[in-house]
């Protein structure tokens, strides 16, 4: 009964660094996305995918990458870490585009 | 361009009474929203939803009202529980691909 896995839960980063935050659900859902938090703001979306092979960007992509070659896993690749995306992580599945799973979060913060 | 806003950061009610969190939208090709309820460090999660095609929606304590004409919908908690303080979001669906625009967020604090 795991639902969506998020992992890690905390890190840090220095500038210019990268690395992958990684998501898994196990529901055979079809949709899967990644938003992020910032304080004092609602959720953003930065990447979503329809399907294992599809990707497409959502409103704040910059700075990220996704891929989807699996039904169950939709990791989230920050190439040139920057301050900028320091904030909370959130993967999120749906069986047809509604009734949202969250992960329980990835807090990131670059110095 | 916030095109789903919470105008009310927080809000504070005394445990028995009613919470009435507020939403108002700009698009009005939206079709469906939701609330979402969101407790530290953890993930959202799903609380209630309304269709265009009601103007209100109820599950126990939890009802949702929508005005199409103002662009407003409203999440009423009756009566409000301890066990409710949280962070609200209310959303709107966006597209057929289930992309969700959310709004700012309304910390509740229920006090007992």
């Known amino acids: 009964n795991a639902g969506v896995t998020q992992t890690p839960k905390f890190r840090i980063l220095k500038i210019g660094q990268s690395m992958t935050l990684q998501c898994t659900q196990d529901?055979?859902?079809?949709?899967m996305y990644w938003y992020r938090q910032d304080p004092g703001m609602g959720l953003k979306l930065i990447y979503y995918?329809?399907?294992?092979?599809?990707?497409d960007k959502g409103e704040v992509p910059n700075g990220y990458n996704v891929s989807r070659s699996t039904t169950e896993d939709f990791p989230l690749r920050l190439e040139l870490a920057a301050p900028s995306q320091t904030s909370v992580y959130f993967c999120a599945s749906s069986y047809s585009g509604d009734g949202y799973t969250f992960g329980s979060g990835t807090r990131l913060t670059v110095v | 361009d916030q095109q789903v806003k919470q105008n009310s950061p927080s809000l504070s009610v005394q445990e028995g009474r009613i919470s009435i969190l507020n939403c108002d939208y700009t698009?009005?090709?939206?079709?469906?929203f939701l609330w979402y309820k969101k407790y530290p460090a953890e993930g959202p999660t799903f609380l209630i939803s309304i269709s265009s095609i009601k103007d209100k929606n109820e599950d126990g304590r939890f009802t949702v009202f929508l005005n199409k004409s103002a662009k407003h919908l409203s999440l009423h908690i009756v009566p409000s529980q301890p066990g409710d303080s949280a962070v609200y979001f209310c959303?709107?669906?966006?597209?057929?691909?289930?992309?969700?625009?959310f709004g700012q967020g309304t910390t509740l604090q229920v006090k007992p």
């Open positions: 529901m055979n859902h079809n949709y």
């Open positions: 959303a709107a669906v966006s597209g057929n691909t289930g992309k969700l625009i």
């Open positions: 995918s329809v399907g294992a092979g599809i990707t």
């Open positions: 698009n009005s090709m939206f079709d469906y």
